[in-house]
């Protein structure tokens, strides 16, 4: 036989648990919506943007980097306006002239006052009137027809030259001169003791040359005395081959 008071004992216990188990399912039921239904939501629109903070502080200065490459040259600029005209310059070298080394070919002897002359003309073309009355010859010799003792080989000396040596017991003089006329200049030989009395009792070895100045270069060069110049120099100074 079944105990009342055991079955009613058994009763509540049975109703109590089914109870909690309705909660627990409830509980679990709420859960599972919570969790489904807290996903994140798609991000809201930007947005606006804020005011610009102040500037801070400069800081130091960076080491300076390395020179970048040339870049082209830029196009040419106009042309600027033509300055004015300069003053004239001195008169240039370039108007001097000169001729080459020659040797005379015969010499033309004549007797005046009883001194035997040799004479032997060039013709030069380059002495104008002009030339004689502003302007300056000058006439050059090697006289390597000498002894050397005499005249070292190629030594240059401007006419009149003088050359002193014995005769016997007597001193002769050589005198070498040199006249100018229009378009002809003449190359003279004297001896103070008519040591020649032809042609070719002269040496072939006896070269000569001349420069002619224009009186505009020679007042260029007015503080220069032309005629104690040495060869060389007045080739310097004028720009001429020697």
Do not use: E
């Not at 709420?30 to 800081?59: E, I, N, R, V, W």
């Not at 000396?157 to 006249?179: C, E, F, K, M, R």
């Amino acid at each position: 036989m079944i105990c009342p008071g055991l079955f009613l004992k058994n009763y509540f216990n049975l109703k109590t648990t089914h109870m909690k188990l309705c909660q627990l399912s409830v509980l679990l039921f709420a859960g599972t919506l919570l969790l489904f239904s807290c996903k994140k939501g798609d991000p809201g629109p930007q947005g606006a943007t804020g005011a610009q903070g102040p500037a801070g502080t400069q800081g130091p200065g960076g080491a300076q980097g390395p020179a970048g490459t040339q870049g082209p040259a830029g196009s040419q600029g106009p042309a600027g306006a033509q300055g004015p005209t300069g003053a004239q310059g001195p008169a240039g070298t370039a108007n001097v002239q000169y001729s080459d080394w020659f040797t005379p070919a015969a010499y033309t002897v004549t007797t005046r006052f009883g001194i035997i002359n040799l004479d032997y003309n060039k013709a030069a073309p380059g002495i104008t009137q002009d030339i004689l009355n502003t302007g300056t010859v000058l006439v050059y010799g090697k006289l390597n027809g000498y002894n050397t003792t005499l005249w070292p080989t190629d030594q240059t000396s401007v006419l009149p030259i003088h050359i002193y040596y014995q005769i016997g017991t007597a001193t002769n003089i050589d005198t070498w001169s040199a006249d100018a006329t229009v378009g002809n200049l003449r190359i003279n030989l004297v001896s103070s003791m008519n040591a020649y009395t032809s042609s070719g009792s002269i040496s072939p070895a006896h070269t000569f040359r001349y420069v002619i100045i224009p009186g505009a270069v020679k007042v260029a060069l007015a503080n220069t005395n032309l005629n104690v110049l040495s060869y060389g120099a007045l080739c310097n100074t004028l720009s001429i081959p020697q």
